[in-house]
């Protein structure tokens, strides 16, 4: 992957996120690796309009978070992503997005300590999820401004846990990857819908 195809393919996915009331107000990041020797990733700086993202907008960063190129400032959450690709040997592209619905539920949810989804059609867009008879958690965490616990604390939760697809940071956004920008892309409106359809089925 190029940093050129990456910027063009996170901004297209971002702005149908943005259309949907997703990201609103600069809210969200997205990242995808270039390069995993040495690690090299390009991620949405921090404070963009994740509607009208241009390549100003992006930059690339090393496995410390550290800028190699472009302008603006990386967002504290750049670690979360980081850890991520640190745990998960295929993991390609790490996306973020703040809805309403999921918000909602991952309150109603944290009691159980996840929210979770079984039974439905759309949980076959989840990578290996091959019938609707499935049950997917996504664990829910409390929201921090402690950008270093929250990583250990995601760093823990996905090493233990290879069957997740997603991690619901609580009253604040969803977390969810795949190998390429595509599948974070349709994890991202998967678990979107189904937040909806479960929110408002409760
Ligand atoms: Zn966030």
């Keep these: 992957m190029d940093l050129k195809s990456a910027r063009s393919l996170i901004a297209e996915a971002a702005a149908g996120f943005y259309r949907r009331g997703w990201v ?6 997205f990242s995808a690796v270039l390069e995993r020797e040495p690690m090299r990733v390009c991620i949405t700086s921090s ?3 994740k509607g009208e993202l241009s390549a100003d907008d992006f930059l690339l960063v090393d496995e410390r978070g550290s800028v190699l190129e472009g302008d603006g400032k990386p967002s504290a959450e750049t670690q979360i992503h980081l850890a991520l690709y640190e745990e998960i040997g295929n993991c390609g592209a790490v ?4 809805s309403v619905w999921g918000n909602l539920l991952s309150d109603r949810c944290s009691g159980e ?3 979770v989804i079984e039974g439905q059609e759309m ?6 999820v091959k019938t609707h008879e499935h049950r997917e958690e996504v664990p829910v965490i409390e929201n921090s401004q402690d950008y270093d616990a929250l990583s250990g604390q995601i760093r823990e939760i996905v090493s233990a846990r290879s069957d997740i697809h997603g991690i619901y940071l609580r ?3 969803l977390y969810t990857w795949g190998d390429t920008i595509e599948d974070a892309r349709r994890h ?5 819908s189904l937040f ?3 929110a408002r089925a409760r």
């Design 196 to 198: 909806e359809v479960t």
């Design 24 to 29: 609103l107000g600069t809210s969200g990041n």
């Design 47 to 49: 404070g963009k309009h």
């Design 113 to 115: 300590g996840a929210i």
């Design 123 to 128: 949980l076959k867009g989840l990578a290996g």
């Design 95 to 98: 996306f973020h997005t703040h």
């Design 188 to 192: 991202i409106e998967i678990f979107e």
């Design 171 to 173: 009253r604040h956004g």
